[in-house]
């Protein structure tokens, strides 16, 4: 197959392997945004409809090249690194061949590949094959070897054949030799074109939240509900910083908001179906005003332009838990279970009190476990934090910004 263009789309990097499409597009202006502060993204390069290679743009550096045959097969995947001449050196480049499309599905290659390449030139091939069909299960990216193997071959090579240029955002016709490697020629000149996707609506918005605090019955994706609300306690403030985080990550740089010093009710959003009762949204108040607007609670380094559609910064829980405590609050690792997290397995919410004047925490369960959730300030007309909510993401209520 010899191609003249290539058309080009973005999306997120995990889970673009799959290939012929990006599972989460986004648009050009968003992976190149992304591209500027050294991020992840994915690019798809199509000839019509067929896939002909995936680039994913890795942290530091590192790009990684998936290869589609003329059956829109993903048969190859090349890893480069940075390269002391300034260059990408095409440092590892594995190959598989399957016998027929149910054993490509299942990820059940007859050979695979794989040939190294060191910095100054030294080359090592390594042929895998699977043996007796049925003889290795694993999927194709956990695999790692077959039953049997033939020797490793080694020799060495000009290192400037697997050199390529450090690509410029939208120069993707680097990767277009590579693309030769499945059979696909590159025309002397090719002519790149953006597929255009739909904007959407940006990053995540607050909607409806104020009905998540709205006793009564509700409409979920589980089937009815009702909004039930519990009295959290008072928090305490004494730096003029909130903090949301895990309590068993409280080191790990919370995100911190901005708050008047005093002490504020803290009230929980239970969502109460026939499977039981779960934190659906935590309120801590600091004016008795409706807000007016909603925005999300960023790290400095933080760009909202930088994600796609529906996509959030959010407060990252790895104990089941979430917290709002003053920023200067600290807790002793050895005594969370007996304090919070044993008492939490029967309650939806502990205090760890302290002596005044020094700030207390309040934690409560984070909706249905680990996981990253948002976490909004309320601001009213004249622009001051009425409240700041974690919302767990358990139903979404209709309602406008």
């Known amino acids: 197959m010899i191609f003249d263009s290539l058309d080009v789309s973005y999306g997120e990097m995990w889970g673009s392997q799959q290939g012929m499409t990006h599972p989460e597009p986004m648009s050009r202006a968003v992976a190149a945004r992304r591209h500027a502060v050294g991020m992840d993204y994915a690019v798809l390069l199509s000839a019509g409809e ?13 790009w990684r090249v998936y290869l589609f045959d003329d059956r829109s097969w993903r048969m190859q995947m090349i890893d480069l690194k940075p390269h002391g001449t300034g260059m990408l050196l095409a440092h590892r480049n594995t190959r598989w061949q399957f016998s027929n499309e149910q054993e490509y599905s299942s990820g059940k290659w007859d050979v695979q590949e794989t040939t190294t390449v060191s910095a100054d030139g030294q080359v ?3 042929s895998e094959f699977a043996g007796p069909r049925g003889a290795s299960a694993k999927p194709l990216q956990a695999r790692t070897s077959g039953p049997a193997s033939v020797p490793v071959r080694r020799f060495w090579a000009p290192v400037e054949s697997f050199l390529c240029p450090v690509p410029e955002f939208g120069d993707w016709q680097v990767f277009a030799p590579f693309l030769a490697q499945q059979g696909h020629e590159p025309a002397t000149t090719v002519v790149l074109s953006d597929v255009s996707v739909d904007e959407g609506s940006g990053p995540l918005r607050a909607t409806g939240i104020e009905k998540l605090f709205s006793p ?10 009702v909004v039930e609300l519990v ?3 008072v928090l305490r403030i004494t730096s003029g910083q909130l903090a949301v985080s895990d309590p068993g ?15 504020f009710p803290v009230t929980l959003s239970l969502l109460r179906t026939t499977r039981g009762a779960d934190v659906a949204a935590a309120r801590v108040r600091f004016l008795d005003i409706s807000p ?15 994600l796609s559609e529906g996509q959030f910064y959010g407060v990252g829980v790895d104990t089941g838990t979430a917290a709002f405590m003053d920023a200067t609050r600290t807790v002793i690792e050895d005594q969370l279970d007996e304090d919070l997290f ?5 309650h939806f919410t502990v205090e760890l009190p302290s002596t005044a004047p020094e700030p207390n925490l309040i934690a409560f369960r984070a909706g249905r476990g680990d996981g990253a959730y948002p976490a909004w300030i309320g601001r009213t007309d004249d622009g001051q934090v009425g409240c700041v909510v974690v919302d767990f993401q358990l139903h979404s ?3 406008g910004e």
């Not at 409280?250 to 908001?257: A, F």
């Open 50 to 62: 067929r896939p002909l290679a995936l680039v994913e743009r890795w942290p530091r550096r590192m």
């Open 124 to 126: 090592k091939v390594r």
């Open 216 to 225: 009564g019955a509700c409409d979920t994706p589980d089937g009815p509900a």
């Open 231 to 233: 009295d959290a306690g």
């Open 249 to 263: 990550w409280v080191g790990e740089t919370p995100r911190t908001v901005a708050v008047p010093p005093g002490e």
């Open 292 to 306: 007016r607007e909603w925005e999300m609670v960023l790290r400095p380094d933080e760009d909202l332009g930088l």
């Open 342 to 346: 044993i008492p939490l397995g029967s």
């Open 397 to 399: 209520a209709d309602g």
